[in-house]
């Protein structure tokens, strides 16, 4: 007896191609190599065929749900706990971090005292050709205000408030496709007002949607 060399796709993608051209084909294909073939035998084949199909098709709906659900709920923990621990720093260090509320709420970390007002955050940013990377130090997770302003100008523009680090800012250049030398700062913050010292000064080149591209 000869044997051959498996035809039929590994991959489930790449099995529900193939099955649903077997399927299509296999009332004529089995009425001329395998005449022995029922009507009811064929219908009960192309039905265990299309079932199977069906399968790989709802687990891969079952799968991009599922992956989609993993995704919002990272992104839920990661920023949700960072508000957690936030809240818990405001609290501990607040007059009524003793009180039994503060405990009953779970929040059992060390008491830390800060003094916020000697508090500096330290800002490291990296150009890309359309957007700005701002690193900064999360001191016991506070948030910090963002500031920008061109190379020149006096004035401070308020750009946003962040809690994870880094900070992307997509703003584009006053001049589309030009170059443009910015300078940041920042300070940590209540949302209310600011509540630290102000970060030192750096500056970099959004390059203006302009990729730059090395001579071979």
Request: hydrophobic fraction near 35%.
């Amino acid at each position: 007896m000869k044997k051959y060399k498996d035809f039929i796709p590994k991959s489930d993608a790449e099995l529900a191609v193939y099955a649903f051209g077997y399927k299509t084909n296999f009332r004529k294909m089995a009425t001329l190599a395998i005449p022995h073939l029922t009507n009811d035998d064929i219908e009960t084949h192309e039905a265990e065929v299309q079932h199977m199909i069906d399968l790989i098709y709802k687990i891969d709906i079952k799968k991009a749900e599922l992956a989609g659900l993993v995704s919002e709920k990272n992104q839920a923990v990661s920023e949700t706990v960072a508000k957690i621990r936030r809240m818990a720093t405001y609290a501990k260090n607040g007059e009524a971090r003793d009180s039994p509320e503060v405990a009953a709420a779970g929040l059992k970390c060390q008491a830390i005292r800060l003094e916020l007002r000697d508090l500096r955050p330290t800002l490291t940013i990296k150009s890309n050709y359309d957007f700005i990377e701002i690193a900064f130090n999360k001191h016991h997770v506070l948030p910090i205000a963002i500031y920008s302003r061109k190379s020149g100008v006096a004035e401070w523009e308020f750009v946003s408030y962040a809690t994870t680090s880094p900070y992307i800012d997509k703003r584009p250049p006053a001049i589309p496709g030009q170059p443009e030398r910015r300078e940041y700062q920042a300070n940590y913050t209540d949302y209310q007002s600011c509540i630290s010292q102000k970060s030192g000064i750096v500056s970099t080149v959004l390059m203006g949607g302009l990729k730059v591209i090395q001579p071979d």
